[in-house]
């Protein structure tokens, strides 16, 4: 699905999505095709299922977005440095 399609189907609602197609330009990901995992009312409960999936699968490309945006805007940034446990 596109995302002007999804808006469509969810108005003002927050959203688990998962990026099926997608690419980078610019430092900007661009996703071609998205599938809505869930809908939600408020943020914080778009948020947890978020944080219980990712946990279960990572290698996922999934997002909490809300339907007012005219456009999905991610920025992907560029970390440098050295992961150490603590």
Same mark, same amino acid.
């Given at each position: 699905?596109?995302?002007?399609?999804?808006?469509?189907?969810?108005?003002? %609602?927050?959203? #688990?999505?998962?990026?099926?197609?997608? /690419?980078?330009?610019?430092?900007? *990901?661009? &996703?071609?095709? $998205?599938?809505?995992?869930?809908?939600?009312?408020?943020? %914080?409960?778009? #948020?947890?299922?978020?944080?219980?999936? /990712?946990?279960?699968?990572?290698? *996922?490309? &999934?997002?909490? $977005?809300?339907?007012?945006?005219?456009?999905?805007?991610?920025?992907?940034?560029?970390?440098?440095?050295?992961?150490?446990?603590?």
């Amino acid at each position: 699905m596109h995302w002007q399609t999804i808006c469509n189907q969810y108005p003002q %609602r927050w959203l #688990l999505i998962e990026a099926l197609e997608a /690419h980078t330009e610019s430092n900007h *990901r661009l &996703l071609d095709q $998205l599938a809505v995992i869930d809908a939600f009312d408020d943020s %914080r409960a778009a #948020l947890q299922s978020y944080r219980q999936l /990712h946990r279960q699968a990572p290698q *996922r490309e &999934l997002y909490v $977005l809300h339907t007012s945006r005219d456009e999905p805007d991610i920025t992907e940034l560029h970390w440098f440095g050295v992961r150490g446990s603590a």
